[in-house]
């Protein structure tokens, strides 16, 4: 079968992808390197779709979470793995968790129906030169085809240890303690938000990040180092009491406009969304386990009522600088013929994941058919993480991140108590408008 559209990778993007582009009558020749012997190393088994962490998707609830109101949306839009999710779901509160391998058996069984879907199991080293191609690897993309998106890219790997900093929503950070001044009070802009410490409160943090609880390490991931550029805050503070105080805690400089000096040590936080409602801890790339995390960084002045829309964390990672390389459809700007898709994308979560599969795939499909794209509204979850990785994150601290409601645009208007049920009957209502745009 002569295919329209190849799609390197056979996890959940791809899988969506070839979903949506085949049930369209479009033919698709999926290429998955599991099956011929190899395996990246996260990897158990050789089925489609494996889910190598966890098995569970996350919060059902489409009224008041962004990941339920994702679920919600890729339902509407007749999604393999929400359907293959169903069919596999086990006992799990109010979030949607699976068995892994009925999860797995499900979805290789939708796609092998499709007559106008090749499944072939074969490595794929270089990145095609021509054809509509869709690269939806993962972040363990096989070594000899990242070197080639490398190339391409004209961006070194980034194959590495990478501590991902905490990200704040804006309106949790209490401002009659901290307050905006440039980095290090130089220049007129006064565009970073600065948590003051004193001695006390300083050695008092530094010693719970010697003492908290880090995350530990995989076989296969024991000998990758760390990114030098990107070091995790506890490994600085174990060179020296004082390290965090001449890195990322540096005060000097930063009088603080209530006492007229400068705190012993000071938290900054910059702008990571054009919107202002999310806010990245400078330098405070982590690997303390989550509710360590939590209860350390809420005894920095000013934090102390912090709600994160992402905690920080540690991944042999590679994935693109979105914003930077791609188009608004995914594409590579350097060769357009070809789209990313899934966490490689720089994106989170099995479900993330699969959304920017599902839209790649529509995307695709509307090319194929010479219809004119119509991105879904930046207001629904699909929007908004599309516009996140595309464009709207900024490009030099570009980190890999988790849908969450700091990515939609803001509802200032609804009372704090009454927002999030507001973004998901205003993303709902949305959606439907939209749907018709991408009947098949």
């Known amino acids: 079968m002569s295919h329209q559209i190849h799609i390197i990778g056979g996890g959940l993007a791809g899988c969506e992808a070839a979903w949506q582009l085949a049930r369209r009558g479009i033919r698709v020749r999926l290429s998955?390197?599991?099956?011929?012997?190899?395996?990246?190393?996260?990897?158990?088994?050789?089925?489609?779709a494996e889910l190598v962490c966890s098995n569970s998707f996350r919060s059902d609830d489409d009224t008041k979470n962004a990941v339920g109101l994702l679920h919600h949306e890729m339902r509407q839009c007749d999604s393999l793995v929400m359907a293959a999710a169903a069919v596999a779901q086990v006992p799990a509160?109010?979030?949607?968790?699976?068995?892994?391998?009925?999860?797995?058996?499900?979805?290789?069984?939708?796609?092998?129906?499709?007559?106008?879907?090749?499944?072939v199991r074969e490595r794929t080293d270089t990145l095609p030169p021509e054809g509509l191609t869709i690269v939806a690897t993962g972040p363990l993309t096989a070594a000899t085809l990242a070197q080639s998106i490398a190339a391409a890219t004209?961006?070194?790997?980034?194959?590495?240890?990478?501590?991902?900093?905490?990200?704040?929503?804006?309106?949790?950070?209490?401002?009659?303690?901290?307050?905006?001044?440039?980095?290090?009070?130089?220049?007129?802009?006064?565009?970073?938000?600065?948590?003051?410490?004193?001695?006390?409160?300083?050695?008092?943090?530094?010693?719970?990040?010697?003492?908290?609880?880090?995350?530990?390490?995989?076989?296969?991931?024991?000998?990758?180092?760390?990114?030098e550029g990107c070091m995790p805050i506890?490994?600085?503070?174990?060179?020296?009491?004082?390290?965090?105080?001449?890195?990322?805690?540096?005060?000097?400089?930063?009088?603080?406009?209530?006492?007229?000096r400068w705190p012993y040590a000071v938290v900054q936080l910059r702008q990571d969304n054009k919107m202002g409602t999310l806010w990245n801890m400078v330098g405070f790339q982590t690997k303390l386990k989550h509710g360590a995390q939590k209860a350390l960084l809420r005894t920095i002045p000013g934090l102390e009522g912090a709600e994160f829309a992402r905690l920080g964390g540690l991944h042999r990672n590679t994935f693109l600088n979105s914003p930077l390389l791609l188009d608004r459809q995914f594409r590579l700007k350097s060769a357009p013929?070809?789209?990313?898709?899934?966490?490689?994308?720089?994106?989170?979560?099995?479900?993330?994941?699969?959304?920017?599969?599902?839209?790649?795939?529509?995307?695709?499909?509307?090319?194929?058919a010479g219809r004119e794209w119509t991105a879904p509204p930046r207001s629904t979850a699909m929007g908004a993480l599309l516009s996140?990785?595309?464009?709207?994150?900024?490009?030099?601290?570009?980190?890999?991140?988790?849908?969450?409601?700091?990515?939609?645009?803001?509802?200032?208007?609804?009372?704090?108590?009454?927002?999030?049920?507001?973004?998901?009957?205003?993303?709902?209502?949305?959606?439907?408008t939209w749907l018709p745009a991408i009947s098949a």
């Not at 012997?37 to 158990?44: K, L, T, V």
């Not at 068995?99 to 058996?105: E, G, L, M």
């Not at 991140?401 to 939609?408: A, K, Q, S, Y």
Request: charged share 25%.
């Open 337 to 368: 013929h070809i789209r990313f898709a899934g966490q490689i994308t720089g994106c989170e979560g099995y479900v993330e994941s699969a959304a920017i599969g599902m839209m790649a795939g529509l995307m695709a499909a509307s090319e194929i």
């Open 93 to 119: 509160g109010s979030a949607l968790a699976v068995d892994r391998d009925v999860f797995s058996a499900e979805v290789e069984r939708e796609l092998s129906a499709l007559p106008n879907l090749e499944l």
């Open 234 to 260: 506890e490994v600085m503070a174990e060179r020296g009491v004082d390290t965090l105080r001449y890195g990322p805690m540096k005060p000097v400089g930063l009088d603080n406009p209530r006492t007229g």
């Open 32 to 48: 998955e390197m599991r099956g011929t012997g190899e395996r990246s190393p996260a990897h158990q088994t050789d089925a489609l």
């Open 388 to 432: 996140h990785v595309t464009g709207d994150a900024e490009a030099e601290n570009y980190q890999p991140m988790n849908v969450n409601f700091g990515l939609f645009p803001p509802l200032h208007d609804v009372k704090k108590k009454q927002r999030k049920e507001a973004y998901t009957s205003r993303a709902k209502g949305d959606l439907a």
């Open 154 to 227: 004209g961006s070194d790997s980034l194959a590495f240890f990478d501590a991902i900093a905490p990200i704040i929503y804006r309106e949790s950070i209490d401002m009659d303690i901290c307050w905006m001044a440039s980095r290090w009070d130089k220049g007129e802009t006064k565009d970073y938000i600065n948590c003051p410490m004193d001695r006390e409160q300083y050695l008092a943090f530094h010693a719970g990040l010697i003492a908290g609880e880090k995350t530990s390490f995989k076989e296969w991931e024991e000998n990758t180092p760390y990114f």
